[in-house]
């Protein structure tokens, strides 16, 4: 059986990689993008990583472009982007779609593991009256939009894109995972 850490992803820089690199860590994968009202998110994601990291957590981030083109640049762009701007010294991943009919596999895993995510309704709400239609409640529905992944590699829960890194409700699922063996 295929599992979230056999999926094949490429990093940032192009090379090849999966998962299995962070198997027995809390993994929190967060779709990001540098263009976004929510792209500040990026500095409250690298203190979570740089205070957490230490007793098992990942943050991983994956650029996406689903929505309106807030992630329209290259690898190498937003590598540097991310270095300069925000400091993240998080893992980041090469470029790819998380909603759609060419949405990636690990993001196919991730949705279909966990459909409905915590705090998803006033971010709806917000979008509708920019006059954006979310559509389907299953799809990923913005950037920065997280999964929590637990040590055992199941997707243990998920966040709307306006729950940030030190949103209560984050951080208790995420200490929660942390202290299970």
């Known amino acids: 059986m295929s599992t979230l850490y056999d999926i094949p992803l490429k990093r940032i820089d192009g090379s090849d990689t999966n998962l299995a690199d962070y198997r027995g860590k809390v993994l929190l994968v967060v779709n990001v993008a540098s263009k976004c009202g929510l792209t500040p998110q990026y500095e409250g994601l690298e203190k979570l ?25 290259s690898d190498a762009e937003i590598s540097q982007f991310c270095a300069l701007t925000y400091d993240v010294h998080f893992p980041m991943f090469s470029k790819i779609s998380v909603a759609g009919a060419d949405k990636h596999p ?21 979008l509708k009256g920019y006059g954006i239609e979310s559509g389907d409640p299953q799809e990923v529905l913005w950037n920065f939009e997280k999964f929590l992944v637990s040590k055992q590699g199941e997707v243990v829960g998920r966040f709307a894109p306006d729950v940030a890194a030190d949103d209560a409700r984050l951080l208790e699922a995420v200490d929660t995972e ?3 063996s």
């Not at 957490?52 to 991983?60: D, F």
């Open 49 to 73: 990583y740089q205070e957490q990291q230490a007793k098992g957590l990942e943050v991983l981030g994956f650029p996406a472009n689903n929505f309106k083109g807030q992630e329209p640049g």
């Open 178 to 180: 942390l202290a299970k």
């Open 106 to 126: 690990l993001y196919q895993a991730l949705t279909k593991a966990q459909p409905a995510a915590t705090g998803d309704g006033p971010f709806r709400e917000r």
